[in-house]
């Protein structure tokens, strides 16, 4: 029975031919309290990077920790305990690996889920992740697209982590800037991109 999980599977540019990152999005999720638990106890079949949606702008500002993340792995830089708990850190502004968790990871009330699985091509085919992710997270799957991640963003909250600054809703005050391969990020992702990617160079 085919799944009815949009699962999202590519590979990144700079980082090993064999490793492939698969996303998952889900809204009106159930059961996050049961999945969080999974994860404390080490469940093994529970490897996976749990984000909560709404500390997430856009589908850049996630691959941008997965490509941290897959580098450090390949580059045996590691801070946490494997790659999927790297790429919660690698969003965080600063090098505090609990608060990452408490600020970016599944918490017991989250509703909405990014859920990120990094594995050899030979490791996990996508159609098996898929049919496991339908199995275990009580939710709605939606396509892992720019529109469907901000429409669970909480920009005040996003805000609050990266300390950005208030800006005013005047005509013209948005400048989106061209990123990698011709992507439109806004002035607030370029700050959240930089202080993601300086972490832990000082």
Do not use: W
Not at 19 to 47: I, M, P, S, T, W
Not at 146 to 153: F, L, P
């Amino acid at each position: 029975m085919p799944s009815n999980v949009a699962l999202s599977s590519q590979s990144l540019s700079h980082v090993p031919n064999d490793v492939v990152v698969h996303v998952a999005l889900f809204q009106n999720v159930k059961n996050a309290a049961f999945l969080r638990r999974q994860l404390l106890e080490g469940n093994a079949d529970y490897v996976y990077a749990f984000i909560d949606a709404t500390t997430i702008m856009s589908t850049t500002h996630l691959l941008a920790a997965v490509f941290r993340a897959v580098n450090d792995m390949t580059s045996s830089r590691l801070k946490s305990k494997n790659v999927h708990s790297e790429v919660v850190f690698s969003l965080s502004p600063n090098n505090n690996i609990a608060e990452s968790f408490r600020r970016f990871g599944i918490v017991d009330e989250s509703t909405s889920l990014c859920v990120v699985k990094i594995a050899q091509s030979s490791e996990s085919r996508a159609e098996v992740i898929a049919e496991h992710l339908d199995q275990i997270i009580e939710g709605d799957s939606v396509d892992f697209n720019d529109e469907n991640v901000a429409r669970m963003t909480d920009m005040v909250r996003i805000r609050k982590i990266y300390k950005l600054p208030t800006r005013t809703r005047e005509k013209g005050t948005h400048h989106p800037t061209k990123f990698t391969k011709g992507v439109e990020v806004s002035d607030d992702e370029v700050i959240v991109l930089g202080l993601m990617a300086l972490r832990g160079a000082s």
